[in-house]
């Protein structure tokens, strides 16, 4: 069974740095690109970033491009997203989410995790 | 990105069908056929419900389908039932940022 595990919100200040993981299990992680998707409390889906299955390729939204890097360890099965110079506006529900195809992109994703609220605000 | 559009709000009786609108530009929706629906109930992880327009997932009813004309997809309803009763988002590869954008969601009531 394909499980995504997001850990690492919480409670941070304006201008501070979250680190969010996202524990895979249940399929080949290293063959699979992988991405993190955000919601605000009450708001709709916000794509945020998608790395590679090999991290080649990583992409990110206007809105965290040169504050938020992606991350990947296939040997540990893991992602990342490491978040600075956090905003009230980042606030959200952070989900992580696999990509449909194998070894490639389809820009679907499949299996999502439950999420992890990250609230900034001082 | 700018988000795809969508109605806020659509509602059916059971039995009936529905149509979710969800219109783009010629960089996302009309340009690529990389568009697809999610479901979200209150509280839980969005469901991929069609991609590639018109696919569904496996396990995913036939009840739901999806279509595509011009710069405008659609997402179709039949046989309406009180578990549908949710939030759906499209989605879009978008060329002007080399990656996803999403619509703003409609809520679907099943009244």
């Known amino acids: 069974e394909v499980q995504l595990v997001e850990s690492g919100g919480g409670l941070v200040k304006p201008g501070g740095s979250l680190r969010l993981s996202c524990a895979a299990s249940g399929f080949t992680f290293s063959s699979y690109s992988m991405n993190w998707v955000r919601q605000a409390p009450g708001k709709g889906l916000e794509w945020v970033s998608s790395i590679s299955s090999s991290s080649s390729y990583i992409y990110y939204a206007d809105s965290v491009k040169g504050r938020f890097t992606i991350s990947r360890d296939n040997a540990k099965n893991s992602l990342y997203l490491q978040m600075n110079s956090l905003r009230a506006e980042d606030t959200a529900v952070y989900y992580c989410?696999?990509?449909?195809?194998?070894?490639?992109?389809?820009?679907?994703?499949?299996?999502w995790g439950q999420g992890t609220l990250v609230t900034v605000s001082s | 990105q700018s988000a795809l559009t969508q109605p806020a709000s659509v509602s059916g009786s059971p039995g009936q069908s529905i149509t979710i609108s969800c219109t783009g530009t010629?960089?996302?929706?009309?340009?690529?056929?990389?568009v697809s629906w999610y479901q979200q109930h209150p509280g839980k992880a969005p469901k991929l419900m069609i991609y590639d327009v018109s696919n569904r997932p496996s396990g995913v009813s036939n009840r739901f389908s999806g279509s595509k004309s011009g710069n405008t997809a659609s997402l179709t309803i039949s046989g309406l039932q009180a578990e549908d009763e949710a939030d759906y988002y499209c989605?879009?590869?978008?060329?002007?940022?080399?990656?996803?954008?999403f619509g703003g969601g409609t809520k679907l009531t099943v009244l």
């Open positions: 989410a696999r990509d449909l195809a194998v070894a490639g992109t389809s820009y679907y994703f499949d299996y």
């Open positions: 010629s960089s996302d929706v009309g340009g690529y056929n990389y």
């Open positions: 989605s879009s590869y978008t060329s002007s940022s080399t990656s996803v954008v």
